[in-house]
């Protein structure tokens, strides 16, 4: 056994941290497209198994949470962005973790239902509608080119990760 965790199955990702996470949120946040993107954005960033970014050569990267918001980059949007600075000052203030961009980036790490909020948040500011379930390719470009921007993105294991989501919610 190597004490390493496991990835964390969706049925356990729904029920402990996306079904609590959403409901700090307004109602409207909570839909079918956005459950979708949120478990497969999950499922990318970290499989649900590190909440600290992991480097190929073992260390910590700046990342933290299962959707891996880094400091300067996410939690930064997020807290400032006229769409999403209110409800994340509220969340923080429910959650009990100080409005300061480094406390709130520490705190992703140990708290997911504040993480998962903060993930919903990072979709809410992008412009348009979510993409409609079923189109991988528009919630790839959403991922990928708008709203996470990876330094390394992983085209070849989104199609699996967004079937494994839709599978998980049953849409």
């Known amino acids: ?9 969706l ?4 029920s402990k941290i996306l079904n609590p996470g959403l409901a700090m949120l307004p109602l409207a946040m909570d ?23 992991v480097l190929s050569g073992g260390g910590r990267g700046p990342a933290r949470g299962f959707w891996q918001f880094e400091s300067g980059g996410s939690v930064k949007g997020v807290m400032t962005h006229p769409a999403t600075s209110g409800h994340a000052f509220r969340v ?32 809410w500011w992008a412009p348009g509608a979510l993409p409609e379930i079923g189109d991988q390719a528009g919630a790839w470009k959403l991922y990928a080119d708008v709203t996470w921007r990876p330094g390394k993105p992983h085209p070849e294991t989104w199609a699996g990760y967004y079937n494994e989501a839709r599978s998980a919610l049953g849409v």
Do not use: H, Y
């Open 1 to 9: 056994m190597s004490g390493l965790p496991s990835p964390m199955p």
């Open 11 to 14: 049925a356990e990702v729904i």
């Open 31 to 53: 839909t079918p497209r956005a459950r979708l993107l949120l478990l497969t954005i999950g499922r990318q960033e970290s499989k649900f198994k590190d909440r600290a970014q």
């Open 92 to 123: 923080c203030a429910e959650r009990g973790v100080p409005w300061e961009r480094s406390t709130v980036w520490a705190a992703l790490e140990q708290d997911d239902l504040l993480a998962c909020a903060f993930a919903r948040l990072n979709l």
